[in-house]
């Protein structure tokens, strides 16, 4: 079977650092923190008083209170993503056949924060039953590929790809094989998280993976340093069109890069802890480099998983050394999560996004917050640490890897027709 080409001809994003695409670009350059005191609850009992919030916003200026109501938070970011990303493409019934187009929009939990909300409510209750029509519509997984399918007209597959914090990148290598296989000539993919509340926050500290540096939030996420201590939770959405490669120049639609490559693999080790040599790691980057039918050597751009935690970041690192030997030290590597925290299943979405607009004009944004080097990782590795970087790219990489050990890499090339 002739494998089609797939280009990315719209984005579109809320984040921490930046409620759209121009703004979330702009953020990633200047090395902008999107870390603050938590707004969205009491958080004085949590161990945790700090996150990633996305600022200044008001769905009123989104929906009308109805649509609202309706939606859960993470839903509501996933449709303003998608809004966006569609927009930018340009995507019209006149030039798109809307029963061709699929959606793979997911998350990593869902509506955490209103099934915690519905849950508090029945158990101060006397007993009686008494629950939203909406609580099972606003907490699952599925329901912004639903409500976006549903406000278009696209008509072709929909579903979510569920893998904790690798679940939008695994939704992009969804969107990348339908179209490359020939199935469907254009896919709205992405993802959304929305889980700073007190059952997010809450359960991420019994695991002890956030950080708890309560008394400087602005320097807590800090990828590869010595003094990391977990990571930032953070919210908002990215979204990308996906479209087969002549079906795009058909339609006179600009291009921002080429998707030419995903891997995926699995630890098998444990269920929160990587392993320790960075196994899966290895396997999903080489599976990705594969199918893009490329060298290591090619790559210029690595936008890691790199979470601030103590054990993911020497595993990740000691993987790309493994994978790309002497050439790692020729790669700019980076973690926008230093800046935007972790989206946990919106994570995937928005580094692919930073890594095509990195790709697109030529600037490796920085990985702020380093301080200390770490002995257990590499001081010669070029981890683009506290200022952004110029540098001409032709292929990106981004990593993503989820509890359950459950990995996805996804490589863009430079568009070039």
Not at 59 to 80: C, E, G, M, S, V
Request: net charge negative; charged share 20%.
């Amino acid at each position: 079977m002739e494998s089609k080409r797939v280009v990315v001809t719209g984005l579109g994003a809320i984040t921490p650092i930046g409620n759209t695409i121009k703004d979330f670009w702009e953020g990633l350059v200047n090395g902008k923190n999107g870390a603050g005191e938590i707004t969205r609850f009491d958080s004085a009992l949590f161990k945790t008083h700090f996150a990633c919030e996305v600022k200044g916003y008001n769905p009123d200026d989104y929906f009308d209170k109805k649509t609202a109501r309706k939606y859960d938070l993470f839903a509501q970011f996933a449709l303003i993503a998608a809004d966006e990303a569609i927009a930018d493409a340009g995507i019209t019934p006149e030039n798109t056949d809307f029963d061709d187009v699929g959606v793979i929009m997911t998350s990593g939990i869902g509506g955490v924060n209103h099934l915690f909300s519905e849950v508090m409510e029945y158990a101060q209750s006397d007993g009686t039953p008494r629950f939203s029509p909406f609580l099972i519509t606003k907490m699952i997984v599925n329901m912004p590929g639903g409500i976006i399918s549903i406000k278009y007209g696209f008509r072709g597959p929909n579903y979510a790809t569920v893998s904790a914090c690798a679940s939008s990148t695994h939704a992009i290598i969804d969107g990348f094989n339908h179209i490359r296989y020939g199935k469907s000539k254009t896919f709205i993919v992405g993802g959304a998280g929305a889980a700073i509340g007190q059952l997010g926050v809450g359960g991420f500290n019994a695991m002890k993976a956030l950080s708890t540096r309560n008394d400087d939030p602005l320097s807590a996420s800090r990828p590869f340093d010595l003094n990391r201590d977990g990571f930032v939770i953070g919210e908002g959405a990215g979204s990308l069109v996906l479209e087969e490669y002549e079906h795009a120049m058909a339609r006179g639609a600009k291009i921002y890069a080429e998707l030419v490559g995903g891997g995926e693999s699995a630890d098998a080790y444990h269920i929160t802890a990587p392993h320790p040599e960075g196994l899966g790691d290895v396997l999903c980057m080489q599976r990705a480099i594969n199918d893009a039918g490329i060298q290591p050597d090619a790559i210029d751009h690595i936008n890691t998983h790199g979470t601030s935690t103590p054990m993911g970041d020497v595993a990740e690192t000691l993987a790309i050394k493994k994978v790309f030997g002497e050439h790692a030290y020729d790669i700019s590597i980076n973690s926008t999560k230093s800046m935007t925290g972790h989206l946990l299943g919106g994570a995937g979405a928005i580094e692919a996004i930073a890594s095509i607009l990195a790709l697109k004009n030529g600037i490796v944004p920085p990985t702020i917050n380093h301080f200390d080097d770490d002995p257990q990782i590499d001081p010669h590795l070029d981890f683009t640490f506290n200022r952004a970087k110029k540098r001409d790219l032709h292929y990106a990489l981004s990593n993503s890897f989820g509890f359950g050990g459950q990995n996805a890499t996804v490589i863009f090339k430079k568009f070039e027709s």
